[in-house]
């Protein structure tokens, strides 16, 4: 398998220009070292760049006037902290320009800053996200919401994939079933093999109600189906380590352990409890599915927070963004943490890369 010479060139949407995405932006991409392995064209407003960059300036910022913008002016006033149809508008439009020019080839992937849901709905867009406004415009029916975090004090990757994600929790016990399942694990395990480089993956899969129904004492939909479903699966895929349904109370108790390293000693005053540098004993799995949003994002977002990335997988391109939103409260004040967009533009640069290489063996 040969390198294939080519440096990923990646789409960075702006995301509401009310937000903190233009900050996070000009953050990210004045860090060398997140740019050395792709090429980056940002998607947006240069004026929002340039007020942002004159308001926020100095070392810690890119400057506008050094970075490839592909300038989509506003078509309204907008204000910032303060989104508005105005801004949820060009947030749309941005991403849309970004998917058209993906699928066109002058992009390998695209990066997107945080949007407001409640704004796009105001501008006339009712979209769930914008995972969803990637699917339909890349003719995409099976998709999923994987949220990828690498560890800073152990180094150890955490992959989650949502089987369900932005519907009312009453709904999901009628949305899951096994053909639903089947697609999620399938891309998954696709993901994990083409974009990761596992051949072999080992896979945890939660249970739906506590103690994953505790026999049908606690909800019957594990001895209804989800049980039946996972010997399937399994005896479908002997390359595969599948394991499930596991109890959600305790299905993160490893995942903890190998993120912070080895914590699980009598607290001791005289110590903190993380240290960076710790040590993984044990890999518990390649990948999580949790059965719906909460069930895997309070894990992902109480261990991950800074380190998290979404990424939308069975798209024919790379997607990442922040696992964060717009953060109207502090925008324009200088103090977001742009960590999360510098790990998924990182990442976004490793996958494509990835996917690169392959198409080129």
């Not at 204000?79 to 080839?105: C, D, H, M």
């Not at 595969?240 to 299905?251: A, E, H, L, S």
Request: aromatic content about 6%.
């Amino acid at each position: 398998m040969a390198n294939s010479g080519k440096i990923p060139h990646l789409a960075v949407t702006l995301g509401d220009p009310a937000g903190i995405g233009p900050e996070i932006i000009l953050k990210a991409l004045a860090d060398t070292a997140i740019t050395a392995n792709c090429k980056v064209t940002v998607i947006g407003s240069s004026q929002v760049l340039n007020d942002t960059f004159k308001q926020l300036g100095g070392e810690k910022l890119a400057n506008p006037a050094t970075l490839s913008i592909l300038d989509l002016p506003l078509e309204g006033k907008i204000t910032v902290g303060r989104g508005n149809e105005a801004s949820g508008g060009a947030s749309f439009g941005y991403l849309k320009k970004a998917i058209a020019l993906t699928l066109k080839g002058q992009f390998q992937g695209i990066v997107t800053a945080p949007i407001a849901k409640s704004l796009w709905k105001k501008a006339g867009y009712d979209y769930p996200g914008q995972t969803e406004v990637l699917a339909q415009d890349c003719g995409v029916e099976k998709y999923g919401m994987l949220f990828v975090g690498r560890s800073p004090y152990t180094g150890w990757t955490l992959r989650t994939l949502l089987a369900t994600t932005h519907i009312p929790l009453a709904q999901v016990p009628t949305a899951l079933n096994p053909e639903l399942m089947t697609v999620k694990l399938d891309l998954l395990v696709e993901c994990l093999k083409r974009d990761f480089g596992i051949k072999q993956p080992k896979i945890w899969i939660a249970g739906l109600n506590p103690h994953s129904g505790e026999q049908g004492q606690l909800g019957r939909e594990e001895q209804d189906w989800l049980n039946s479903w996972l010997e399937t699966e399994q005896k479908k895929r002997p390359e595969i380590n599948i394991i499930g349904p596991i109890p959600p109370d305790t299905m993160w108790v490893k995942p903890g352990q190998a993120w912070y390293g080895s914590i699980l000693t009598p607290p001791n005053p005289s110590k903190p409890p993380l240290t960076k540098g710790g040590s993984v004993q044990e890999n518990p799995a390649d990948g999580f599915i949790a059965l719906y949003h909460d069930q895997g994002l309070i894990p992902v977002k109480l261990m991950a927070f800074e380190q998290a990335i979404n990424t939308t997988i069975g798209l024919p391109f790379i997607r990442t963004s922040p696992d964060h939103g717009t953060a109207f409260d502090i925008a324009g004040k200088g103090i977001a943490n742009a960590n999360s967009m510098k790990q998924a533009i990182k990442l976004a640069a490793e996958l494509t890369q990835q996917r690169l290489t392959i198409e080129n063996c």
